[in-house]
């Protein structure tokens, strides 16, 4: 069965390090999801991608965030410089037809810690 | 802006007990309504949805039904087992929401031999 693959599985950071976390999206999807779940909080929309641009984004999502789709196959997600708060599991996900109409596929997720 | 709040966790019960998990939202507009579950070491997976008012999404033996007038999306299964210890999540989306869902907190499901 198809799925949506992440890595790192858990990533431990420096405070004001660059960190990129990648995903795998199956490969017929269309639409290209980040979520975070800080721990204990709620899972949160951070940005999503279509036709390789950003479609709608969340005031999370700031300048220290960008999303790239490099290769066809990979979606990136890239923190410039991270901060102690931004240490949380990050969902990637996607979907064939929109979040409305289709279904989302999640990946296991990326630990992200920030020291 | 939407939301939705769940029951916090974790709820624990006995197999074969009756599940209730109860969520409620706000949302203008005519909101979708999603429940996604969490098994140990996965990823969220859709479990059931509902598009409209009166309607009940079914899956797994859970069931749920879109609830307009008490803004509920209550999560019920009749005899739950042992494979059903996950968390679960309550989420919405609408057209004033582009392509965004929102999430509850996640409630866990702790079910005992």
Redesign the interface.
């Known amino acids: 069965e198809p ?2 693959t992440q890595t790192p599985s858990h990533q431990v950071t420096q405070m004001g390090q660059e960190v990129i976390l990648r995903c795998v999206p199956i490969s017929n999807h269309l ?1 290209f ?1 980040w ?1 975070r779940q800080i721990l204990g ?5 951070l940005v ?1 991608f ?1 036709n390789n641009e950003i ?2 984004k ?1 005031e999370i999502f700031d300048d220290q965030f960008s999303v790239e789709r490099p290769d066809g196959s990979n979606f990136t997600l890239k923190i410039r410089s991270t901060k102690l708060e931004d240490s949380a599991m990050y ?1 990637c ?1 996607s979907s064939f037809s ?3 109409t289709g ?7 990326s630990r992200l810690t920030v020291l | 802006g939407n939301s939705v709040t769940q029951m916090e966790g974790p709820v624990t019960l006995s197999e074969e007990a009756f599940l209730t998990i109860n969520c409620t939202y706000t949302a203008t507009g005519y909101p ?1 309504l999603f429940w ?1 579950v969490q098994y140990p ?6 479990l059931l ?1 509902a ?1 409209k008012a009166d309607d009940k999404g079914s899956n797994k033996g859970f069931e749920a039904t879109y609830r307009k007038e008490t803004t509920s999306f209550h999560l019920e299964k009749g005899s739950v087992q042992v494979s059903d210890s996950a968390v679960y ?1 309550c989420a919405l ?3 004033n929401a ?9 409630t866990r499901l702790m079910v005992k031999p």
């Not at chain 1, 909080?41 to 929309?45: D, G, L, M, T, Y």
């Not at chain 1, 279904?103 to 997720?109: C, Q, Y």
């Open positions: 799925e949506v639409y999801y979520y909080q709620k899972v949160e929309f999503s279509y479609s709608e969340s969902f996900a929109g979040v409305d279904e989302l596929f999640f990946g296991e997720g | 979708s996604y070491g996965e990823g969220l997976q859709l949805k598009t999540f989306t609408n057209n582009g392509n965004m869902l929102t999430f509850g907190g996640g």
